[in-house]
Nanobody, 120 residues
Framework: QVQLVESGGGLVQAGGSLRLSCAASGRTFTRGWFLQAPGKEREFVAAIIGSGGRIYYADSVKGRFTISRDNAKNTVYMQMNSLKPDDTAVYYC????????????????WGQGTQVTVSS
């Protein structure tokens, strides 16, 4: 069993930046970030697979968000720049052993979520 603890959410103005962190109690092959806005389903944001050679982003965040991992600390980060009000959501980190990364079922473990609110 792997436990995930997220941090770094908060309130920021449009155009601002936030950095999310997700610390894991153990090492897993694939780490991802998802978001869930009110009344909507959870959706993929970014994933990093293995030691970091394979990285994927949702089209909506390409060029603005950067995912990275520190394998020594079992921690994944997501730097979020040029934030928009549409980015407002609860952000969840996820971890799994599969090389598949795009859907919720590809992951075995989930964090508790951290709120990101972007004001206009």
């Amino acid at each position: 069993q792997v436990q995930l603890v997220e941090s770094g959410g908060g309130l920021v103005q449009a155009g601002g930046s936030l950095r999310l962190s997700c610390a894991a109690s153990g090492r897993t092959f694939t780490r991802g970030w998802f978001l869930q806005a009110p009344g909507k389903e959870r959706e993929f944001v970014a994933a990093i697979i293995g030691s970091g050679g394979r990285i994927y982003y949702a089209d909506s965040v390409k060029g603005r968000f950067t995912i990275s991992r520190d394998n020594a600390k079992n921690t994944v980060y997501m730097q979020m720049n040029s934030l928009k009000p549409d980015d407002t959501a609860v952000y969840y980190c996820a971890a799994g052993s599969s090389s598949f990364y795009y859907t919720s079922v590809d992951y075995d473990y989930w964090g508790q979520g951290t709120q990101v609110t972007v004001s206009s």
